[in-house]
């Protein structure tokens, strides 16, 4: 299995910041990856697909980036609704992995 | 607009088994494909199969192979996932997500927590 593994565990940034998150896959994904956002008691929710094509409705201060093996979610100009946690996932063979997270917290 | 509403919390006891269900509406059932995930506490999201209505088509994980059933009723646009052997670490909120280009999770499940306790 595809093994992803995310950095750094937990990120502290101050609203109106840029937060930078880091993916890296055990071997290469190609640009098969998504990355979704999971607030306490909610389910994830779809960010960006294909490395960097944002969801329907994903604002526009959320870019990602990368292909292969190490990728990249930016939020510019961070709000108090963005501080929750991460997730990257690969879908370029099945199994498709998940990595275990990065916490964005003020 | 897809939504998925899943059936509410399980107990269960260790060695049972547990069936949750996700009914979906807004989108195309047949031809969507349904994954289930399952979150332990503090952890990333474990997938554990996903289905294909239209084609019966269900693909597995390995870990969960032998004891995970994921079936479909067409009729009510249900999806069903049955999980058996149940252990402690079978304790986890689990979802279903529509799946899409049979790959990607874009519209989820509101979860439902299954423990697993004697």
């Known amino acids: 299995d595809i093994l992803m593994t995310q950095s750094p565990a937990t990120l502290s940034v101050s609203p109106g910041e840029r937060a930078t998150l880091s993916c890296r896959a055990s071997?290469?994904?190609?640009?098969?990856l998504a990355w979704y956002q999971q607030k306490p008691g909610q389910a994830p929710r779809l960010l960006i697909y294909?490395?960097?094509t944002r969801a329907a409705g994903i604002p526009a201060r959320f870019s990602g980036s990368g292909s292969e093996t190490e990728f990249t979610l930016s939020i510019s100009s961070l709000e108090s609704e963005d501080f929750a946690v991460y997730y990257c996932?690969?879908?370029?063979?099945?199994?498709?992995?998940f990595g275990q997270g990065t916490k964005l917290e003020i | 607009q897809v939504q998925l509403v899943q059936s509410g919390a399980e107990v269960r006891t260790p060695g049972s088994s547990v069936k949750v269900s996700c009914k979906a509406s807004?989108?195309?059932?047949?031809?969507?494909?349904i994954s289930w995930v399952r979150q332990t506490p503090g952890q990333g999201p474990e997938w554990m199969g996903r289905i294909i209505p239209n084609i019966d088509l269900v693909n597995y994980v390995e870990m969960f192979q032998g004891r995970v059933t994921i079936t479909a009723d067409k009729s009510t646009s249900t999806v069903y996932m049955e999980l058996s052997s149940l252990r402690s670490e079978d304790t986890a909120v689990y979802y279903c997500a529509r799946t899409f280009r049979d790959v990607i999770l874009d519209y989820w499940g509101q979860g439902t927590l299954v423990t697993v306790s004697s």
């Open positions: 294909g490395a960097s």
């Open positions: 996932q690969h879908y370029k063979k099945w199994p498709y992995t």
């Open positions: 807004g989108g195309t059932f047949t031809t969507d494909a």
């Open positions: 071997q290469g994904v190609s640009i098969n």
